[in-house]
Structures are given as C-alpha cells and as structure tokens.
C-alpha cells in the first residue's frame, strides 16, 4: 500500500514557476515508477510527467516539453515537478501517481494509487 500526499500548487502569474512535491508513504516507494498527472475542468485526467523506479528514465507530455521536470529521491520517499514558464494552460489540478511497475508507465490504467490533488492556477 502507498499512500501520496501533494503539496507546493497555488496561484502564480503566467512566466512564473512552481515545485510541486509528492510524499509518498510505505516502504515500496522505490519499487514504484511515478508520474504527474493534471485535470481541468471539464477535461481528461492526462499524464504531465512520469519517472522510471530508478529516476534513470523520464516522460514528457509535449505540451511541458522543455518547461517542466520530474524528479525523485528515494531516500525521502518524494517525487517533484519543477514547473517554469507557466502558462494559463496549465491551470489544473495535479495529481501524484504511483505505478508498480519499474519502468516509465503512461496510462492513467497502469496507475495503482493516487494522491488527493493540488490546484494550480495561472493567471494572464
């Protein structure tokens, strides 16, 4: 079982950045691949971001392509997403996923849990 707590969404002005952090509990965290995960209203929950189990591997939506950035460190149990240049396209809620698998996984279906979600909103 692992259980994932977001934190660091808020509101910040389109140019802006954020760091978004994912705790994760449970001693399985670093058999797990991880991702970032974000819905708007009245849309899809569509992949952001996903890490390998090892951090060797990493997956880019083509819309973050070159503005966003996964990480994890194992030894604290965290996943992050350093966002820059946001954009009012951005503004979702973002999710924290885990995987049991070792490898970058896309589909919200290889996805086994979740976290609770933090907004992130981007004005004009």
């Known amino acids: 079982q692992v259980q994932l707590v977001e934190s660091g969404g808020g509101l910040v002005q389109a140019g802006g950045s954020l760091r978004l952090s994912c705790a994760a509990s449970g001693r399985t965290f670093s058999s797990n691949a991880m991702a970032w995960f974000r819905q708007a209203p009245g849309k899809e929950r569509d992949v952001v971001a996903a890490?390998?189990?090892?951090?060797?591997?990493?997956y880019y939506a083509d819309s973050v392509k070159g503005r966003f950035s996964i990480s994890r460190d194992n030894a604290k149990n965290t996943v992050y997403l350093q966002m820059n240049s946001l954009k009012p396209e951005d503004t979702a809620i973002y999710y924290c996923a885990a995987a049991a698998t070792r490898r970058v996984v896309v589909p919200t279906t290889e996805y086994d849990y979740w976290g609770q979600g933090t907004q992130v909103t981007v004005s004009s």
């Open positions: 890490i390998s189990r090892s951090g060797g591997s990493t």
